[in-house]
């Protein structure tokens, strides 16, 4: 059985370079009363300002910019200290003013959450006055433009959102109200923490973690019943572009158990995306970017060659759009694409093919080749990049 993962065992033994860069790139932890100060500092330059009879302003680092994010190997996309484009919300602009009382009707919120030690949702915070946010997007964007101003991990604002990913496997943790959760069920998943900071006793013995793109994809491996025949592992699924938690889950795991991480998505611009926001971040949580990276992801399938090497049919290909090729060319462009030469080449082959492959489509050589057959393999020879 031990055979199985010779490969895996050896990539376990390399990966811990990225341990030791990480070690070294870790900042100090914020306590709440930093998160106090910091709220009470903002709320005193808007006195100052009207003091002065003076329109009040929040000021922060554009999350939207790329001009602010500097590329890390060890860490991935993160906000920059010498970040130029400032994101401003006026008090005596129109287009603006409603933003800015929202904003310190958040902060407001979160002070007093941080003061009592107790938390909430982003839900709970919308619900609390619906007609004044409108929606709920309205709070979610306001809560990580918060966090990226006072520039403290959204977790150490007391604020949660409800987790829309899952995981299975060998592992079981407790969480911070004291709940046991097991995930060792065969056929059933268990949602992603919303609270992943407060989970402690973590227990596995999983020899990989597999992050899955698609929930489709995760309940199959579950039904052909994977993490048993791969056992120990464990599978975990953003359901698509990955959450805050799902994100913040694969981190704890990386940090708690050291283990490889691999990525099974479709061999498409976005699937190759949605592994680069595991691995590397995205620009508008880049000033969290040491809470949520992974570099040592890497990438298992489904591979652009994967494509030719297994004779896939041409009736399960799909032939790429104007949009697939300008995604494509402009994941091309990304900084981190420079230091993974085995991805710009399969990214290169994918261009030059102009079609790509749903995980799906391996289903057309057999319906268990994936769980039989491809992703065994692939972990048995190595054939990840």
């Known amino acids: 059985m031990s055979e199985r993962f010779v490969e895996v065992d050896r990539l376990q033994a390399e ?17 709440s009363q930093d998160v106090l100060l910091r709220i009470e500092k903002v709320i005193l330059e808007i006195i100052t300002s009207l003091t002065k009879e003076e329109a009040p302003v929040l000021v922060f680092h554009n999350r939207s910019s790329w001009a602010n994010v500097r ?41 007093k959450l941080v003061q009592s030690n107790t938390f909430a949702t982003k839900r709970d915070i ?18 990580d433009d918060i966090s990226c101003m006072l520039k403290v991990p959204r977790r150490s604002l007391h604020v949660l959102a409800t987790s829309k990913g899952f995981l299975s496997g060998d592992l079981s943790y407790m969480e911070e109200d004291g709940t046991k959760v097991n995930c060792s069920s065969a056929s059933t998943a268990v949602s992603v923490s919303s609270n992943v900071c407060g989970i402690k006793n973590i227990s596995s013995h999983a020899k990989f973690v597999l992050i899955v793109e698609k929930d489709a994809t995760f309940q199959r491996l579950l039904d052909d019943g994977f993490c048993s025949k791969l056992a120990p592992c464990i599978i975990i699924t953003g359901k698509g572009v990955p959450d805050v938690n799902s994100r913040l889950m694969v981190r704890k795991l990386w940090d708690t158990l050291h283990v490889p991480i691999f990525a099974l998505v479709d061999a498409d611009p976005h699937g190759i995306e949605i592994m680069c926001i595991y691995k590397y971040g995205s620009v508008s949580m880049s000033f969290e970017a040491q809470n949520l990276t992974v570099p040592s992801v890497m990438w298992l399938g489904l591979l652009p060659s994967d494509i030719e090497r297994l004779r896939l049919p041409k009736d399960v290909l799909i032939p790429f759009s104007k949009k697939d090729e300008s995604k494509l060319t402009s994941l091309l462009r990304r900084p981190y ?33 994936l769980t039989s057959v491809y992703l065994p393999n692939k972990l048995l020879y190595g054939g990840w990049i």
């Open 337 to 369: 694409v420079v230091c993974q030469p085995a991805w710009e080449k399969e990214m290169e082959k994918m261009l030059k093919q102009r079609q790509k492959a749903e995980i799906q489509s391996l289903t057309s050589l057999a319906p268990d080749f």
């Open 15 to 31: 990966i811990q370079k990225y341990r030791s860069s990480e070690l070294l790139q870790q900042d100090a932890e914020i306590t």
């Open 126 to 143: 919308y619900y609390n006055d619906t007609q004044l946010f409108r929606t709920q997007r309205a709070v979610d964007s306001i809560v």
């Open 71 to 111: 590329f890390n190997s060890a860490v991935g996309l993160h906000m920059g200290p010498d970040s130029s484009t400032v994101t401003t919300i006026r008090s005596d602009c129109s287009s603006s003013v409603n933003r800015f009382a929202l904003t310190l009707k958040v902060l407001s919120a979160v002070y």
